[in-house]
């Protein structure tokens, strides 16, 4: 039988900001990702799927942000995030003036990670 406090021991802690590997053409690339419990989808910069040729668009969505709701393209994306391998879709978004081109949302974070933000 497993009890919840199973359910939380089995779960990865990750902070606010975690190194991932973005997986394509047989190639990796590890950059810093920004955890966002409040971004329902994960995003990737429009100019670095570009350059890692990642695609093709599977899918388009409104998100809506601060700035307002904008029809966003969708590709599927293999990321490791503390050895675990997921391939889930990203939105790609103009993310130049941030700091982190890559944001980490609830569609990942929902297979099995709990957020520390103490941990660093």
Not at 8 to 36: C, F, M, N
Not at 48 to 71: C, D, F, R
Request: glycine content about 4%.
């Amino acid at each position: 039988m497993t009890t919840e406090k199973d359910a939380y021991d089995k779960r990865t802690i990750v902070s606010l900001v975690e190194p991932v590997t973005i997986k394509h053409d047989g190639k990796s690339d590890q950059l810093k990702a920004r955890i966002d419990t409040g971004a329902t989808k994960s995003s990737i910069d429009i100019a670095l799927a570009s350059k890692l040729k990642l695609g093709p668009v599977v899918a388009s969505k409104v998100i809506k942000s601060a700035n307002g709701a904008k029809l966003r393209p969708m590709v599927e994306v293999t990321v490791e995030l503390h050895d675990k391998e997921l391939t889930e879709t990203f939105t790609l978004a103009d993310r130049s003036h941030m700091k982190y081109k890559i944001l980490i949302g609830q569609n990942i974070l929902k297979r099995g990670f709990l957020i520390d933000p103490n941990k660093e």
